[in-house]
């Protein structure tokens, strides 16, 4: 019904920048709010930013300042540019979408949908 996929994840240095995406698609009546988690072994998904239909934001502590998150409505896309990152921020970083789906002719689901995760690991 809704895939979710998320793309970008790599090795990077201390104090580097990456860019995901996350982009969804299937039968989307339309997207709601956005947003990245992370999850780092041995510890609890955590949310990183999102990012409301109207386009307001909020980020957690960790990544306040250091990291942006924006969505692109005609292309379901998320993305989250993450600059000055460090070693604490290597993790698997999930994408989550809130969407209405066409279930059948009269029926529209609405709820969360997550992908995959894709892996960012800072390390020199």
């Known amino acids: 019904q809704v895939q979710v996929v998320e793309s970008g994840g790599a090795l990077v240095q201390p104090g580097g920048s990456l860019k995901l995406s996350c982009a969804a698609s299937?039968?989307?009546?339309?997207?709601?709010?956005m947003a990245w988690y992370r999850q780092a072994p041995g510890k609890q998904r955590e949310l990183v930013a999102g990012?409301?239909?109207?386009?307001?934001?909020t980020y957690s502590d960790s990544g306040k300042g250091r990291f942006s998150i924006s969505r692109d409505n005609a292309k379901n896309t998320v993305y989250l540019q993450m600059d000055s990152l460090k070693p604490e921020d290597t993790a698997v970083y999930y994408c989550?979408?809130?969407?209405?789906?066409?279930?059948?002719?009269?029926?529209?689901?609405?709820?969360?949908?997550w992908g995959q995760g894709t892996q960012v690991t800072v390390s020199s």
């Open positions: 990012i409301a239909s109207g386009g307001s934001t």
């Open positions: 299937g039968s989307i009546v339309s997207v709601n709010a």
């Open positions: 989550k979408v809130g969407a209405s789906v066409q279930i059948t002719q009269w029926a529209i689901r609405t709820g969360d949908y």
